[in-house]
């Protein structure tokens, strides 16, 4: 920091933590402020839920749900009602128990409440995970490329580096997986943990198959790494087919799950949860307490305990259908399922294949579910482009290299669908072919 | 992590991030142990504020008053107020221009919304501070000890060490911070910010002189350090004397402010905030983006956006006051007066001045306001003494000596009367009173 002077205090960009010269944080800055600029383009590119079913006088309602649920099913009396959502609260949470059961009725997974922690949005959960398994500079962190930016952003914050797995159209190569760890170890490196969203994954919009979900959790044992399961998109199926989670095919405890209410319930409320059920040994006599224990620890140094405010709201929503987040999304998932339709449809009717034999302008994946899809262009889709594609021709998209911890995906973009109608849809995908012809054209 | 076995994958725990062995970590673990295993004791050990002014109603209004807060104040129609009640919200938040309101009224502060972040509850503030501050194996923070244990802990998990400078009477011993900051040059290391809530400490209830002020201020920018000033307790004076906060003599931003409603609103909402007007080179052209622009980029990374519904009712409790907090804790700050002259008229009742001129069983501190005051014993207060004091005096207390990050206050205690009546108080003064007698009977 440069001493007095008439304006105060500066400081070099180059005295701050690493992370705020990454590529991963500054990029996520850019491409706000572009899509910032253009508020008229039809925008693929944010990636938040569909939120015409919202109303504020929900809040309320939720509110007392839960209350009446604190006093009746927890059988609290008004003072202790008072200091549960006023006070500090207790480390793991308030909603342990009403988690279990959402876990029972839509992922099949069958927890230990004391195995849960509530946490700030699943992004605490991952900055806990990844501090907690960051020992030293050996340790890595590895996942597919391309990855959410969330986890890479958490990981740079963390100091904790993510090696790269290559990604097939199922999702994560397991045996690529192998590889990668072999080589990690080969270089002194000790690979802790892989990260994986196995539906619909953001960026992707891949899903893994059950044959490969068992090969993961296989390896993952044989390999002594551990897996970290974030599956916010699971519900959002295209044709009402649910594979297993990972953690619900988890006989050896080698998965911790980190789950979101930012898509099932609502964002702003930043409340998430884990699972890890894994036990931790050397702190005393007996079978060790839980990983969930130790991950807690650090919750009470970083956010103290999770909103009780947001905690409550979030509580009575799951009240409201049983703990089951299936049926309290069913009309957010028909709206998803009619976009992706409307997606595909789309881009067959503004790209189609050429009659004469010619390559196609683009190609794109077709997703089982989620709000993902990606196309792959004949030319770079960096911020310049998407600057471009904007201002030029009023459509905005995310170029997938910022997904990418150590490069690819330079000519591709992801599509995101999730807040727009059909109308719109196609019009944007109108728009966008009008940018790839423009930038194909033959002068 | 042991490979397979038929109870599942087991961590040591060596193999998990070196905050989970600290003593900071451990000691708070153990003392809620020993806290919650006797109910019945009078409690001098809970760092709660006073709830019997909460009413779950109140959360209702303050919703309310906030949704037409941003109709009215700020124009919103209904889908913009339901976009930021529900969904990702902006990473500096929702109440940057109402905590400008606040910080004028109540700190003699004037800040420009932009160097305002919300977040988290104070301890995100301290911990995003922490980690911009640490590039490398020499930047080192310093504080006073004892320190706030929350303040350790954050270090503690972002790899930042803590170096202790001595206390007075007068809160930190700015003479000796000069010397501490030297040696640690001498070292290598760099020092980047020293730590300091200059009104009631927490634990040890002192407070700074308008000189010490001034003087530490000169010392910050003689050597080019940042402060970081956390004032919880600034409003609860005992005599209604103010003295001015750091940030609002700060001409030449050497001081961030981290700002929290634990105390002022609710904790359980977790909802603080940072004032950043520091400037950042090296990003690009001009003046610089500011400092708190950078903490809001590892935000984005940490918990995207503080609770948009713990804003919403922080917001509308504000707005109740017309921002001024002083205003909304008048009732508070009256019991906190009320508990802390029984305090010290308890003390003098229960540990007369022996008029045989013997040494006095113990002596304590004269705190100005707040909520701890520190009595000095003529034995040993640890968890073993605390565990005795509970189960053969039924009265609990925290050991001092938690809070020095290289030991000391080995023979003091701090007593918390936030919770607490009158009555109480002279009960537990007298249980206190009883334990020293039987620490101290000659045999």
Redo the contacts between chains.
């Keep these: ?4 002077s008439a ?14 010269s990454d590529p991963v ?1 500054s990029s ?2 850019l491409l706000n402020e572009i899509t910032g600029r253009f508020p008229d383009a039809v925008s693929f590119a944010a990636g ?2 569909y ?1 015409e079913f ?3 006088l929900q ?2 309602d939720h ?1 007392e749900r839960f ?1 009446k649920y604190l006093e009746v099913e927890r059988g609290l009396g008004s003072e202790e ?9 207790h480390t793991k949470g308030l909603l342990t128990d009403l988690l279990v059961r959402h876990l029972a009725a839509d992922e099949g997974v069958h927890a230990d409440p004391d195995s849960v922690v509530v946490t ?2 699943c ?2 959960a991952m ?1 806990l995970l990844l ?5 030293g500079s050996a340790d890595v962190i590895l996942a597919p490329a391309p990855t959410y930016v ?1 986890f890479l ?2 990981a ?2 963390m ?1 904790m580096p993510v090696l790269p797995v290559a990604e097939g159209s199922g999702g994560i190569d397991v045996e690529d997986l192998v590889v990668q760890i072999g080589r990690a170890r080969e270089r002194g490196l000790n690979p ?1 943990a892989c990260y994986v969203v196995p539906d619909f994954a953001n960026p992707s919009g891949l899903s893994m198959s059950l044959a490969d979900r068992r090969l993961l959790l296989d390896v993952a ?2 390999e ?3 897996l970290i399961e974030d599956n916010p998109y699971s519900l959002f199926n295209a044709d009402g087919r649910r594979l297993p989670s990972l953690k619900s095919l988890d ?4 998965v911790v799950y980190v789950g979101s209410f ?1 898509k099932t319930a ?6 998430g949860y884990l699972v890890a ?7 005393g006599p007996g079978e ?1 307490p839980l ?1 969930a224990d ?1 991950l807690a ?2 919750k ?11 905690q409550a ?1 979030i509580g009575g929503k799951l009240l409201e259908t049983d703990c089951s987040m299936t049926r309290a999304t069913e009309r957010e998932a028909e709206v998803y399922r009619r976009n992706l339709a409307a997606v595909l449809a789309g881009l067959d009717t503004h790209f189609p294949v050429p009659e004469d034999g010619s390559r196609p302008r683009a190609t794109w994946n077709i997703p089982g579910g989620g709000m993902f899809a990606v196309i792959t262009l004949p030319f770079e889709a960096d911020a310049a482009m998407l600057e471009y594609s904007a201002s030029e021709f009023g459509v905005l998209w995310t170029p997938m290299r910022y997904f990418y911890p150590e490069g690819g995906g330079t000519h591709q973009i992801r599509l995101s669908f999730s807040v727009l109608t059909p109308e719109r849809i196609d019009e944007g995908l109108a728009r966008l072919a009008a940018l790839v012809r423009d930038r194909t054209a033959r002068p």
Tied chains: 1, 2.
């Design positions: 920091m440069s001493n007095g304006t105060g205090a500066t400081f070099h960009l180059g005295e701050l933590h690493g992370s705020l944080l996520m800055t938040r839920p939120e919202y109303d504020p809040i309320h509110l209350r009602v008072r200091t549960a959502l006023f006070q500090y609260g700030t949005g992004q605490e900055i501090r907690a398994l960051r020992t969330g952003g958490a740079r914050l100091d802790r044992e044989r002594g790494i551990l006989t050896t405890r080698r930012a609502f964002p702003g409320a930043r409340v059920d894994q036990r931790v040994s050397g702190t060790g990983l130790q620890k650090l009470s140094m970083l956010t103290l305990n999770t909103s009780t405010i947001s709201v």
